[in-house]
């Protein structure tokens, strides 16, 4: 395996890595965001507040894009096993 290749994998690998996480990821920034204006406003400082909402809505993403991020999970794990086959047969 050459140099350009494990190279051109690991690239493979963030990119997969940031298309699985991202959904979930900007939903929670979003929340957060929300509820942060939202106890600024009313000036209610409960921390249960800021946490509860973020992980129920981060499971409702989680689920809703299941089949997005799984299949590209799939995918991503066949191109590797792809890659190593290729690779031992050289």
Same mark, same amino acid.
């Given at each position: ?6 190279? *051109? ?16 990821? *900007? ?13 600024? &406003? ?9 946490? &509860? ?20 999970? &799939? ?16």
């Amino acid at each position: 395996m050459t140099t350009e290749s494990v190279i *051109a994998l690991m690239q493979q690998l963030f990119l997969t890595s940031l298309l699985v996480s991202l959904p979930v990821l *900007a939903v929670s920034l979003i929340v957060g965001l929300v509820v942060s204006i939202f106890q600024t &406003v009313t000036s209610i400082q409960d921390q249960t507040l800021s946490y &509860v909402p973020r992980i129920v809505i981060a499971g409702l993403a989680i689920v809703f894009t299941l089949g997005f991020t799984l299949q590209l999970a &799939v995918e991503f794990f066949q191109r590797m096993v792809h890659a190593a086959a290729e690779g031992g047969h050289r």
